[in-house]
């Protein structure tokens, strides 16, 4: 099990529900990265166009990328807590195996 905060911008965040539009886009291009096996994208995420504002600090995005690391190829991943929330928060979380 592994999480992070995909998306974490404490600067930005909104008293309801309603995701920024770019805090979807990211949290999407993220897992779809990680849907691929594309890790080396995911470790760059930076050069993704949201990034500095889905991230403008990694120290809450970095710990996705330590169970990345460790998946064997054999393994598969599946995801929980999956939703936005606050307007730029992204809990999501993984499970591999």
């Given at each position: 099990?592994?999480s992070?905060?995909?998306?974490?911008?404490l600067?930005?965040i909104q008293?309801?529900?309603k995701?920024?539009d770019?805090?979807?886009e990211?949290?999407?291009?993220?897992?779809s990265?990680?849907?691929?096996?594309?890790?080396?994208a995911?470790?760059?995420y930076?050069k993704?166009?949201?990034?500095?504002?889905?991230?403008?600090?990694n120290?809450h995005f970095?710990?996705?990328?330590y169970?990345?690391?460790?998946?064997q190829?054999?393994e598969?991943?599946?995801?929980?807590?999956?939703?936005?929330?606050?307007?730029?928060?992204?809990?999501?979380?993984?499970k591999?195996?």
């Amino acid at each position: 099990i592994g999480s992070g905060n995909i998306v974490h911008n404490l600067g930005m965040i909104q008293w309801s529900e309603k995701a920024y539009d770019w805090t979807i886009e990211f949290d999407e291009k993220i897992k779809s990265l990680i849907d691929a096996g594309d890790f080396n994208a995911v470790v760059h995420y930076e050069k993704i166009n949201s990034a500095k504002l889905a991230v403008p600090t990694n120290e809450h995005f970095l710990p996705l990328l330590y169970p990345l690391a460790l998946k064997q190829v054999n393994e598969t991943i599946s995801y929980f807590n999956d939703r936005t929330s606050m307007g730029s928060l992204s809990m999501r979380s993984l499970k591999i195996g």
